[in-house]
T-cell receptor, first 116, second 111 residues
């Protein structure tokens, strides 16, 4: 298994533009999480999916943010009308949940977004 | 809500020194506790975990014990190496399953 992958690794965009990030989780994992990490801080939870169902969204996830996991495999995170405050590292993680799961999450390398 | 408070950094040590990074938490119920490490230019990696009180997680010479009475999960290593230089994050997972992270501690080990 190659682990969790994220694309693109870096994205520079102008304020007001829309951006979309992709996450491919570890293949047997049914849970997928999105986090945001700003410089000097720990990651903050945004949302998570179990299979294709989005089960929870943080208050950090404003109306400009939308996430999907259409077939329960890869996921996309879209930010509409980007603002400078959206500049951050966006992290994806996956885990297997069920039975005697230990809830370990495995993280991808992240997508660094810079809004100019 | 859940929260994690981590020792402020940065921490600079000489090779073979003893390392302690303090972590305390606030949570309802019985969270699982984790230490993640982020090496320069790389993603977060799980270093060790503990799922119940008095459990000791260990990996690569690092250890941490889940102390419910003091709500702590301090990270220790007896002899650090230059290759341990990284940012270390304490985290917890409660009933909602998502991780709550501390702010991270930058460790630099000098030869």
């Amino acid at each position: 298994d190659t682990g969790v992958s994220q694309n693109p690794r870096h994205k520079i965009t102008k304020r007001g533009q829309n951006v979309t990030f992709r996450c491919d989780p570890i293949s047997e994992h049914n849970r997928l999480y999105w986090y945001r990490q700003t410089l000097g801080q720990g990651p903050e939870f945004l949302t998570y999916f179990q299979n294709e169902a989005q089960l929870e969204k943080s208050r950090l996830l404003s109306d400009r943010f939308s996430a999907e996991r259409p077939k329960g495999s890869f996921s996309t995170l879209e930010i509409q009308r980007t603002e400078q405050g959206d500049s951050a590292m966006y992290l994806c993680a996956s885990s297997f949940f069920g039975g005697s799961s230990s809830y370990e999450q495995y993280f991808g390398p992240g997508t660094r977004l810079t809004v100019t | 809500g859940n929260s994690v408070t981590q020792m402020e950094g940065p921490v600079t040590l000489s090779e073979e020194a003893f390392l302690t990074i303090n972590c305390t938490y606030t949570a309802t119920g019985y969270p699982s506790l984790f230490w993640y490490v982020q090496y320069p230019g790389e993603g977060l990696q799980l270093l060790l975990k503990a799922t119940k009180a008095d459990d000791k997680g260990s990996n690569k010479g690092f250890e941490a014990t889940y102390r419910k009475e003091t709500t702590s999960f301090h990270l220790e290593k007896g002899s650090v190496q230059v290759s341990d230089s990284a940012v270390y994050f304490c985290a917890l997972s409660g009933s909602a399953r998502q991780l709550t992270f501390g702010s991270g501690t930058q460790l630099t080990v000098l030869p």
